[in-house]
């Protein structure tokens, strides 16, 4: 892929050699570890400019301390989350919602849709949570004594939550995960009909809950209304893709790397085993280690900000990755203590846009690494397999294959 020109506006001495992408560590890499690999930008310059890091090379700034990352993604008057990164592999320009709105725009939405996932629905949910994570690694521990932790278990077990969220069968699960897979992973070619696919899907089910309502979320949204009116098909749309997407992925990946930090500990294994109390603990750590997003905002005037002529339309990358490892915010931020307490790291993002999901995915995260633990017995990566991992907009984890023979 062809670099984007630095712009003029750009001085060289600020232009750095990395990316999320294309660094080394951020490519698929068996036994790769793409978050630790983010650090090295800790020695160099508080923002500096990366010529290609996003998935259609573009440049954008790069936030690297946490302090500053706040500070962007508070700010939403210099600062813009509307992107259509969704849209975009369509050709088109319309937001997901509320993630790519401004306010007081993004309020309105995000009053409406935080009722859902408040902690007292998660509450609410939480005995079905673990139900299916008791179901899977139940069948897991009957069917022998290894298995692929992302497709027998951390997929299936996220995946089904959100399924049960909009209402939908767990019987097309694995088309689900395709679908994800094409869109957050997939080429030039995928990308696009994985999206196609998922839009036509959308509406499919919206249309079926405006003429059969039901007790889910898209009937929810369907009925709802903002500001005294219904909500406009494209309003639906921007809605129902971003609780999509956004319930596919992340939480099975933050489980599949927290599984895989687990099998190569046994200390800490053991630790969490005999003491689960400590595991809701250990999961805001691991959430610190491994988290997956880069979030990126535009410019929406010309502003300097720490030195840094950031202009009109630029992009800026606050990723989460980079705030967590940062040494200003954390003591020894590259060792994983899961005692750490104060625990203010950045993976659920910042500011009026912190993800809408949090709590539920907090909570299922905990739930997961609880039943595993109490279900299986110590485990440990597979001889002669290795995880890979990988950075990019999204990180990912596969091929964890553990084995307690």
């Not at 990366?50 to 600062?79: C, E, M, Y």
């Not at 339309?313 to 060792?335: K, L, Q």
């Not at 909570?363 to 485990?379: D, H, K, M, T």
């Amino acid at each position: 892929m062809a670099l984007n020109p630095v712009p003029d506006h750009v001085p060289p001495e600020m232009v750095g050699d990395f990316s999320l992408f294309t660094s080394p560590g951020m490519l698929p890499t068996p036994d790769g570890d793409p978050q630790a690999a983010t650090a090295c930008v800790h020695a160099g310059p508080p923002i500096f400019y990366s010529p290609f890091n996003t998935r259609d090379g573009r440049g954008t700034w790069v936030i690297t301390r946490a302090t500053d990352q706040r500070r962007v993604l508070q700010d939403a008057d210099s600062f813009s989350s509307h992107r259509s990164i969704f849209a975009s592999a369509l050709g088109e320009n319309w937001p997901m919602i509320p993630l790519e709105l401004d306010p007081p725009a993004h309020g309105v939405f995000r009053s409406l849709l935080n009722p859902l996932l408040s902690p007292k629905r998660v509450t609410a949910l939480e005995p079905a949570v673990r139900e299916r994570a008791i179901a899977l690694i139940d069948s897991i521990a009957a069917s022998g004594t290894s298995c692929d932790v992302m497709q027998d278990f951390a997929f299936p077990f996220a995946v089904s939550i959100f399924l049960r969220l909009l209402g939908l069968p767990d019987h097309r699960l694995h088309t689900f995960v395709g679908w994800a897979n094409d869109l957050l992973h997939g080429d030039d070619v995928k990308r696009p009909a994985a999206a196609r696919t998922i839009l036509a899907f959308i509406d499919e089910l919206a249309a079926m809950r405006r003429e059969e309502p039901v007790d889910d979320f898209m009937t929810f949204i369907v009925q709802a209304q903002v500001e005294g009116r219904r909500l406009t098909d494209e309003e639906v749309r921007g809605i129902g893709v971003l609780v999509f997407v956004a319930g596919l992925d992340t939480v099975a990946a933050a489980i599949g790397f927290d599984l895989a930090f687990l099998a190569r500990h046994p200390k800490e294994q053991e630790l969490l085993r005999s003491e689960p109390n400590r595991i809701v603990l250990a999961a805001e750590e691991l959430l610190r280690a491994y988290p997956t997003v880069q979030i990126i905002r535009v410019a929406r005037k010309d502003i300097d900000f720490e030195g840094a002529p950031i202009r009109k339309g630029d992009y800026v990358s606050c990723a989460t990755m980079i705030a967590n490892r940062d040494p200003a915010e954390f003591e020894c931020p590259d060792t994983i203590d899961l005692m750490r307490e104060d625990n203010r790291h950045a993976a659920f993002g910042y500011g009026p846009h912190r993800c809408l999901g949090s709590h539920l995915a907090r909570r299922e995260i905990v739930i997961g690494l609880e039943e595993w633990l109490a279900r299986l017995p110590a485990f440990r990566i597979k001889e002669g397999t290795a995880p890979i991992a990988y950075g990019g907009h999204v990180f990912g984890i596969e091929n964890l294959i553990v084995d307690w023979s």
